[in-house]
């Protein structure tokens, strides 16, 4: 059995977030004038792929111009092209084995568009090259060990040493901005971290009870989680604004209950369909439970997640 890639393992984990979150920006990089030879893999048809192989060919042109040396190595995957500074076969490993996988469970299940542009997914191999890196190609000064994506780049920026789930939750924001461009914050973060710790069950991809537990538990322990009304009203000043991680939390752990009660899909369906008349989801999410008192069901729920144990699974069938 494979171990699987996107497995998070860390219980410290900080995640750095959607629209740059992650990062300081300072100036504006200016491409060399010439390219470095490095190695270039593409997969074995892009018959599926929303842009063509001269699209691809002309962005790795470009990009060759930012690279800062031939330790990087360049692995197509559509709809990303992938940069790494560990050993080429281990940069496609990645490209292969966690984003391949997790890009087509996450379309498999809730979304149907590629990113409008070829984005690029930086793997740097630790912590030096990280730091090194983003501030050398990006001039960016990450505020997270971990990664982020970083809308202006177009890019996902990865610390790849801390492991996949960073990735996979990144991962989840670019698709969200291009199927769901109005979805609130609880949403668009409570399926990015809902996937931090995942495998595949039933064919489909599955988060499982991961770090960000124990911390929501002292928080319902300490009677300050908010109620479900408040956390979906939250816009995206409010919601980012939480020091504690509680609003992450909470947002995780309702994807995760609605996911165990297999309801994930189909509220993530029929919100984006009711969107327009319905911008946090609260009716949706009220609608799709059953219509309960929304009061006593957040206490039931808060008794389902303080049961909860941190667990550590693997993807089946490997």
């Given at each position: 059995?494979?171990?699987?890639?996107?497995?998070?393992?860390?219980?410290?984990?900080?995640?750095?977030?959607?629209?740059?979150?992650?990062?300081?920006?300072?100036?504006?990089?200016?491409?060399?004038?010439?390219?470095?030879?490095?190695?270039?893999?593409?997969?074995?048809?892009?018959?599926?792929?929303?842009?063509?192989?001269?699209?691809?060919?002309?962005?790795?042109k470009d990009l060759k111009k930012r690279l800062p040396g031939a330790e990087f190595s360049i692995v197509v995957q559509p709809p990303f092209v992938v940069v790494g500074d560990e050993p080429a076969d281990v940069v496609r490993a990645h490209a292969e084995e966690t984003i391949k996988w997790a890009v087509e469970k996450l379309k498999q299940d809730f979304f149907t568009k590629d990113p409008e542009d070829i984005l690029d997914i930086w793997l740097f191999k630790d912590a030096d090259s990280y730091q090194k890196h983003t501030l050398s190609?990006?001039?960016?000064?990450?505020?997270?060990?971990?990664?982020?994506?970083?809308?202006?780049?177009?890019?996902?920026?990865?610390?790849?040493?801390?492991?996949?789930?960073?990735?996979?939750?990144?991962?989840?924001?670019?698709?969200?901005?291009?199927?769901?461009?109005?979805?609130?914050?609880?949403?668009?973060?409570?399926?990015?971290?809902?996937?931090?710790?995942?495998?595949?069950q039933d064919g489909h991809i599955h988060g499982f009870v991961n770090w960000r537990l124990p911390g929501l538990q002292q928080a319902i322990k300490a009677g300050s989680v908010p109620s479900f009304k408040t956390l979906t009203s939250l816009d995206s000043a409010a919601f980012y604004a939480d020091g504690r991680g509680v609003n992450y939390a909470q947002a995780r752990y309702l994807c995760y209950y609605l996911q165990e009660r297999e309801l994930l899909i189909k509220f993530y369906k029929q919100f984006h369909t009711n969107q327009a008349d319905d911008p946090s989801g609260y009716k949706t999410l009220t609608s799709v439970l059953g219509n309960p008192n929304m009061e006593v069901f957040k206490k039931q729920w808060e008794k389902y997640v303080t049961d909860l144990r941190e667990e550590f699974r693997l993807r089946s069938g490997e």
């Open positions: 059995m494979r171990i699987a890639t996107v497995l998070t393992f860390l219980l410290l984990l900080a995640i750095g977030c959607y629209t740059n979150r992650g990062a300081v920006k300072t100036d504006v990089v200016h491409p060399r004038s010439t390219d470095v030879a490095v190695s270039v893999s593409f997969p074995a048809t892009l018959d599926a792929a929303s842009f063509s192989k001269s699209d691809f060919d002309q962005h790795i190609i990006f001039n960016d000064r990450p505020s997270t060990p971990y990664g982020y994506y970083s809308r202006g780049h177009k890019a996902l920026i990865m610390n790849i040493s801390t492991g996949g789930g960073t990735l996979v939750h990144e991962l989840v924001h670019p698709f969200v901005e291009a199927n769901f461009p109005e979805c609130p914050p609880w949403l668009n973060e409570g399926l990015g971290s809902l996937y931090e710790a995942c495998g595949e």
